[in-house]
Each structure stands twice: as C-alpha cells, then as structure tokens.
C-alpha cells in the first residue's frame, strides 16, 4: 500500500514563530487532507488539497502531486496551535485514507 | 463541529466482553468509515459502507463487524475484546464513496480492563 511520511516528527515553536510540515507520499493520489487532532483527541478538518493551494487564515497549504509531497505552513503561531497534525491521503482508485504518524506541534508562550 | 456524531464519547469494559459503537453521518452524506487510532499502530482505516452497502475493508479483525442501515447511521461491533482493543475509535462520513473529504466525528474512546 502506499506509504506516508511526515516530517519533523516533533517542532516546539516560541509563540508568534511561523513553521512548515512536510507530508511525503509514495504513490499518486486522489485525496489529501491535512487534520489537526488537539489535546482532547478531536481531528479536525484543516484542508482538502490533492493538488494546488488553499489558505485558511494563518494557515496554508501546497500539493505537489507529480513531486508526490505537501506542506502545511503554520504563521504567527499561537499556543492553541499546540497539537498533532496529521497527513492522510487516498490512493488513487481507493476511497479510504492512509495516515502519517504526525507531527506534534508544541507553541509555547 | 463536524456534524459527524458519535456515541458513547467513552466506555470501559472488560476481557471477554462485547460492545457496540454507533455514529451517525453528516447529514447527505452516503459514506461512512471507521478508524481505529492506537498508540502503536497509529490510525488506521478499518471498514467502509457507503449507502448501506459495504465498500472497502481495511485492517479489521475478524472479531470486529460493522453495518450501515437505512437511516445511514452505522454500527462497529468488537467482540471477544482483549487489552490490545483499547483504542479510540473515530467515524467519519463523506458525501461520495471516493475522492471527497472526509469528516470525522468526536470518537469513542475504549478501554478494556
């Protein structure tokens, strides 16, 4: 099956600090979706971007699918950006998403 | 709020025992997957039912079993459980079988005792 590996697996940040997540995945890809899980354990949906450029806020992301990696851009962060992000992608021809191990984002004050 | 919900947000049982977590999908939305997130083995995908039916099966054990009904609320049933099941459990819904972004629901986490 296809691989997914996230890089760092671990970023302590100074609150205010901007920062970037890579996501590399081993074969092409029909879904991509970068999720936030916070310290109670809930994922939530940052972006959906099997290709291309989204900016939500301080936050944005970049696809390259022939070069088979994405980033996450994190600016001006803050405490509550504390957590794990997590990289899943769908294979192409499959529905369901494989994940990376993360990152865990800790922004202190 | 994803408008995917699950219940129960936490449940503790023993060896042996048998348990059942419910979801209910985003409303339109046909498709419904379980994941199971463990310290070891991470998250991971474990069945798809889309409209009733199931779509893809992923690393499930054979002592678990899941179904979709007609209302497209679904089930995860884990029997037998052992120590090892401990894991939260998430749902997440989707509008098409493919390609579409996927919702996930709060979990349930699960501890055997």
């Known amino acids: 099956g296809i691989q997914v590996e996230q890089s760092p697996p671990d970023l302590i940040l100074q609150e205010g600090a901007n920062s970037t997540l890579r996501c590399n995945f081993s074969d092409s890809v029909n879904n991509l979706q970068w999720f936030h899980q916070n310290p109670w354990g809930q994922l939530i949906n940052l972006f959906y971007?099997?290709?291309g450029t989204k900016q939500n806020g301080r936050l944005s992301a970049t696809t390259v699918a022939t070069e088979r990696y994405s980033l996450l851009y994190i600016s001006s962060s803050q405490t509550t950006d504390s957590g794990v992000y997590f990289c899943a992608v769908g294979e192409s021809g499959y529905s369901t998403l494989t994940f990376g191990k993360g990152t865990m984002l800790l922004v202190s004050p | 709020d994803s408008g995917v919900t699950q219940t129960p947000k936490h449940l503790i049982t023993a060896t042996g025992q048998r348990v059942t977590l419910r979801c209910s999908p985003r409303?339109?939305?046909?498709?419904v997957y379980w994941y199971q997130q463990s310290l070891d083995q991470g998250l991971q995908f474990l069945i798809q039912y889309y409209n009733g039916e199931e779509r893809a099966k992923g690393n499930i054990l054979e002592r678990f079993s899941a179904q979709q009904f007609p209302d497209l609320h679904s089930e995860l049933n884990l029997s037998s459980l052992e120590l090892g099941d401990s894991a939260l459990y998430f749902c997440?819904?989707?509008?098409?079988?493919?390609?579409?972004?996927?919702?996930f629901g709060p979990g349930t986490r699960l501890t055997v005792l």
């Open positions: 971007i099997p290709s």
């Open positions: 409303s339109g939305d046909l498709s």
């Open positions: 997440a819904s989707s509008v098409r079988s493919t390609a579409d972004t996927q919702y």
